[in-house]
């Protein structure tokens, strides 16, 4: 896990293949910490619309929209945006790889799982 800072969840998720200087990695993180928070059926939500993208015929797929409290999310098979839902932050929109915000969202339900089976 990330650091902790008091509590049983981490201040900062982790995830296989996390770098801390990637401008992706950075926003899937706000994203988690921010919107995700330690909600497993939030996580697995967003997991689920990731995973069961519906497919256009002849074409690579679609994008699905999604928005929580802090920001949306535009998924798309390869990329997905992670943006403000708010447009006055000042905050640009930032471009993830999908299969790395997957990848986060698998650890952040395991790692609540992992909480939860320890109380």
Known sequence: MGEVLGGPYSAVPDWPGRDAS?????RITAFLVL???QSREK????????????????????????????????????????EPAIDD??????????PDLLAALERRIADIDTIRLAR
Not at 44 to 72: F, L
């Open 22 to 26: 990637n401008v992706g990695h950075a």
């Open 89 to 98: 932050t000042g905050e640009a929109p930032v471009v993830v790889r999908t």
């Open 35 to 37: 919107d995700i928070q």
């Open 43 to 82: 996580a697995e939500y967003v997991r689920d619309r990731i995973i069961n993208q519906p497919v256009r015929a002849g074409q690579g797929g679609a994008e699905d929209d999604i928005v929580m409290n802090a920001y949306s999310v535009t998924i798309g098979p390869e990329t997905s945006v992670i």
